[in-house]
């Protein structure tokens, strides 16, 4: 089981690095298209706003409830039956989600003073992030049938499609960004039609991969059917759940849209090369251990989900917290390196590496939430992490309120953006610990011996890459004064030099495959 689960995550893992590179090159392509200005920002918005909605509904409480019932009727019920409860998964979450993107279409202008009320202070601002939405917010409706389409085929062992379908979307608005809209007055509605597009594209994909399995029927309003109702049931303290997490990063936006010009972006470029490590990773491996959790829950098998989950907890700390040690120290030459173009200015740079670094503080608590939360979804409770995550984000917001606003308002920080950023990462630090205190007492997670030794080990390692890198990467001025071949050439050898460095550390003092083997 170790080994098919090992190769699960590295298909999606690679399929995962593919789609980050490509979304880097989409993200560099747009920082040089728009720079750090009101364009840029406007954008973000429009582009976030439906995102923040597919993590809430789609990615969030539908696959978190979809894929567990799916498992069970795939051990309990015959093929006809899954295919009936796919069927009326697909109508039932289909309406209700165009009822949805016909009313975000038509309330934009209230959606974008909800979700960036300081863009009324900028007429222009406002009025060309409402004209945006309009034509980002149906993406919504496809990326959900996309997400119910890759909880089937996940279920099903098929993990490759649905982790590719990103990289569609990625070179559509490469395209579009990089030999389309230059010739348009208002490039950013151009990258707004093509995030429409790639909504369809997705869609579209799925489709062949979903028929070779004979599970692909009509969707249908199926209300009445048992397993539909299960997940309707399931995905209710699933959304309060998911909404945490983004009413959070909702709460950055809303106080990054009263900040300076350009903090929407700043925030948004440090928060793509933390989601590198995150997506490649930790969701990877987050995505694979559901199924198999969710088969183990259904099978009676309490041994093998701990164990399932502790081996994924010991992956987590030796990938993760190496990666998030090196953000840290190269965030400055890592911006430079990817946005630092174009009208991406040094200063651009200067401020948004603030940001990655305290975005590194949080990357664990990020990556153990990813793979904590399937320890719970598994077993069809979604309300206890709803509660965890309703403390964590009274942290986010205590700590925003009480702390960064008055801090902000009587303009003492020098990068307030940044400490918007760190509270993120503290609340979900906070998020993780109690999702695996409330695992620990009911006896559903029990750690297997060695863990002292393993974060030992890991620690020295990174402590060790952490000297190298600092040594090697140099201030940041000397970076602004390279070429982009040069940028690019130093980067790839610091992080070559400083994974060379860990891994020969790590097994200097001992660390071997067995001590991580499931």
Partial sequence: MSRAIFKSTSVVGLTTLLSRITGMMRDVAQAQLFGGGPVADAFLVAYKIPNFLRRLFAEGAFSQSFVPVVSQYKHQNSQAEVKELISGAAGTLGLALFVITVLGVIGAPLIIWAFAPGFTQDGGRYDLAVEMLRLTFPYLFFISLTALGSGVLNSYGSFGPPAFTQVLMNLIMIVAAVWIAPHFANPGLVLAVSVFISGVVQVAFQVPFLLKLKLLGWPRWRWDHAGVRKVATLMVPGILGSSMAQVSLLLDTQIAS????????????????????????????????????????????????????????KLVVIMVLPAAV??????????????????????????????????????????????????????????????????????????????????????????????????????????SALLYRGLRRRDILKPSAGWGALLGRVIFASLAMAALLWWLAGDLPSWFAMHTWQRVMHTGICVLAGGAVYFTALYAVGMRPRHVRH
């Avoid at 259904?298 to 907890?313: I, M, N, Y």
């Avoid at 399937?374 to 984000?393: E, H």
């Fill in 326 to 431: 090196a953000l840290f120290v190269l965030a400055g030459p890592l911006t430079a390196t990817f946005f630092g173009h174009g009208r991406f200015n040094p200063h651009d740079v200067t401020m948004s590496s603030y940001a990655l670094m305290a975005y590194s503080f949080g990357l664990l608590g990020f990556s153990f939430v990813k793979v904590l939360a399937p320890g719970y979804f598994a077993r069809q409770d979604t309300r206890t992490p709803v509660r965890v995550s309703l403390v964590s984000l009274g942290v986010n917001i205590g700590i925003n309120v009480l702390v960064v606003a008055p801090l902000v308002y009587f303009k003492v920080l020098p990068a307030p953006h940044a400490f918007l950023a760190l509270s993120t990462g503290i609340s979900a630090c906070v998020n």
């Fill in 258 to 313: 009263f900040l300076a010009t350009g903090s929407v972006t700043l925030m948004y470029f440090a928060d793509r090369l933390v989601e590198f490590p995150l997506g490649v990773f930790s969701i990877a491996l987050a995505t694979v251990i559901l199924p198999s959790l969710s088969g183990h829950h259904a099978a009676e098998a309490p041994e093998r989900f701990s164990s399932t989950l502790d081996w994924a907890l």
